[in-house]
């Protein structure tokens, strides 16, 4: 089954570290069977107030799939880029 892991980075405090977190991550994930589905884009709020600044939704085909990436050497490697340069919410669900 399908997961799709939803992160809402809500503030950046270092652009540079953010930067360099976003140029990496990308290979990580798609070793692991990844795919982004959205990453930045225009987020329109249609109810609620939840008006998440940058948005990434990533799909993996399996919630191993996903653990397998979030565990992984080479994940922790650029981890602490995104740990200390933005405050951000994290989620995976399942799919239908």
């Not at 405090?13 to 990308?26: A, G, H, L």
């Not at 405050?87 to 669900?93: C, R």
């Amino acid at each position: 089954m399908s997961v799709y892991m939803i992160v809402e980075a809500k503030e950046v405090t270092d652009k540079n570290k953010y930067s360099e977190y976003i140029q990496k991550v990308p290979q990580t994930i798609a070793k692991f069977g990844g795919k982004y589905l959205a990453r930045g884009g225009k987020v329109l709020t249609v109810a609620g107030d939840w008006n998440p600044p940058r948005l990434i939704i990533v799909k993996f085909a399996s919630m191993d799939n996903f653990q397998s990436w979030w565990n992984s050497s080479e994940y922790k490697l650029v981890a602490p880029l995104r740990e200390q340069s933005a405050k951000t919410n994290a989620i995976v669900v399942e799919g239908l």
